[in-house]
């Protein structure tokens, strides 16, 4: 993926909000599956992103008052872990 590539995808992530938990999939309108794939692994690696399950990742905020970065909301995760397997479409 080019770097242009991965700053679209990191762009269009922070758009999403601190609440979003997203696929793969659901950056298909940037690059093939497999490129997303590998940007997004990169991007958890270097800590911009938390990878909850796999394939399933959360970009969250850091609380001051927590000391420890948010959780992501489990209704989020259900419903992207629900894209995950085509239970149902992206919403995205």
Same mark, same amino acid.
């Given at each position: ?5 991965? /700053? /679209? ?23 093939d599956y497999e490129t997303i794939r590998k940007a997004l692994?990169?991007?958890?690696? /270097?800590?911009?992103?938390? /990878? ?41």
């Amino acid at each position: 993926m080019r770097l242009n590539n991965t /700053k /679209k995808l990191f762009t269009q992530i922070q758009a999403l909000g601190n609440e979003s938990v997203f696929i793969a999939n659901d950056f298909t309108d940037i690059s093939d599956y497999e490129t997303i794939r590998k940007a997004l692994n990169r991007l958890a690696e /270097k800590g911009r992103l938390q /990878k909850i399950l796999r394939g399933v990742y959360f970009c969250s905020n850091f609380s001051n008052f927590l000391q420890e970065y948010e959780a992501p909301s489990p209704h989020e995760v259900a419903l992207a872990i629900a894209r995950k397997f085509n239970f149902i479409k992206a919403v995205i």
